[in-house]
DNA sequence: TTGAAAGCGCTACCAT
DNA sequence: ATGGTAGCGCTTTCAA
């Protein structure tokens, strides 16, 4: 039943060729008669020939593989779910270009010794950073390895120059805390991620920013930096719904956590969009979740792929050229709104001016 | 910068000892001295050597890697999220098992020819087959290709044998229905997957069954069987919603149209959990979207994990051992349910039992 | 335009 | 318990 599939010399000889010009006809050489080449096609076609990408790799000293690292915690049984749309769009150029993706999942305290073992094993030829925090130690150790990788996001406090690919989080929060300031609202509460995560720095600064052009006070009881579980949604918004002072709007960095603050907002007897307004972000999104326009959760994990596309192809780039000019591209935050609110076509257009 | 590692010969030079002492040292044979394989060993970590995985698979003839299809429309920019979960569990499981992840992400069309050339390169030892249809046709062709595969889900119009791990989605659709039934529920809308998917057709029988138990008539304008998109949910929910005779409970296939239907719910002026239920259902697991007691959406995804993780075991002993029995396991589906319902006690109880 | 043959870095068989 | 060496299946000089 099992097959056993032919080898280069076999099919060669098949041909009455050598291995050599079968080679070189099926990797596009151009010293190759096209009428041989055609021959070597069809023969290849015809007999189900593929050339053996193991003893590929070992000839050619490339693995024409990228390696994307996901830590997973053993508390926290969770996966961002973005992680699944940047994956299937950086998926998708390396099938363009020929690279196969390979997945590490390892626990997230022994990453960097992922990192490691990929390189030195030659498993991959290049890495993608995922997560990058404020101040990342990750950059450092590849760079040192001398493997081309490609950061998602972005490491403010390394001044090396290193390849990464970003949306505009800071612009992106600014204009989602003028909204709702735009609306009325004046205590806004901003569930953030981890206070190390470089993503989170930055939308918090974009939120505070936006307080402060309006020359509305911050309140630190306000913002909030955790792990993004739909616990800590959840309690963060019971709490503060149920306290003196409440806030009129939230804004969170995730799905996940948001899933929790709808909870306790069902929870406290009071509507989504009606007595509250909620803003959930998500890389490169923002959406409010009872938008009646357009399936905003889709717009936010296609805009995620999207991402995922240039973060691949930067990268693929950098392993053909590795002397290519560092590079740095800021992808455009994309923010969907719901009419719930009746002001969201304004909000549109306030963003695509911005643009 | 770009230290080019060392390899086998040198490394064992290096010790004045052969490659192959060094190698057996390496790979735990039996037949080294424990002092040198202790020396071996040091030197390695001292001098940072790893094995060239590019050699080494082609000398065992092993490619040590699990592959994975994420077939991904072109139309649909959007990706179950449950995928990122099972993924991450399955994982786990080869990182322990020392084999590599590598995910292809192909056009839904052209997903055949996805698996046969994954084979035919020889770059894995087995594949995951994922959202298997009523009759699927990648068993018979990985049958054919003599791989090993293990199925996430079944094929149930398929009678050879084949491995598969799945949950058991026909008595958890029964449940929840039924405990909506107990909730005085009368008109309950299914919003199921498609109907040519197996998980679809299992989790209708559910609820047909339940339905039939109680005699309550099976109303088919309340059964809807679509790509599960966040506008299949949005739209669907919002007609029924409107018009005569409306539903007064859903049951939701996926978390996707999960979210369009509660959009539409909260347009219409309506509360989830007081004027109208909403059961979410995605693999392995139901819950209330405000459900109170704990985080459902994580409690979905962690049981998806764990389900990546059976599968995952059960293809690496699949290929240890090809000629094991066929490996058939059914996982217990877990619900979770909300307390906003003040009923949620009863049915946990009646599914702790059920166990 | 084609072919012969030397690697790529490891494993595993056969000796010792 | 250790070593020599012939592959694994391909690419890539070097020759013709």
Redesign the pocket.
Known sequence: MNK?S???????ELL????????????G?????????LKVLDAARAHN????A???R????KAMTIGHVLPVSKKHEMVNPIFADFIAGAGEIYSDNGFDLLLSVVDDVSEEASYRKLVSR?AVDGLIVHGPKVNDSRIALLRELGVPFVVHGRSTEIDTDYCWVDVNNKRAFQRVTEFLLDLGHRRIALLNGLADMDFATRRGAGYVAALESRDVAVDPALMFHEEMTENFGYETARRLLSGDNAPTAFVASSIIPGIGIRRAISDAGLTMGRDVSVVIHDDALSYFSNDGDEPAFTAVRSSVRQAGRHVAQALIDRIATPDAPVHQEMLEAVLTVGRSTGQAPALRQVLDQGK
Chains 1, 2 share one sequence.
């Open positions: 056993k032919m080898n280069l010399k076999e099919f060669s009455g060729l050598s291995q050599t010009t079968v080679s070189r006809a099926l990797n050489y151009p010293e190759v008669r096209e009428s041989t080449r020939y593929t050339p053996n193991r003893a590929k070992l000839a050619t000293g030659g």
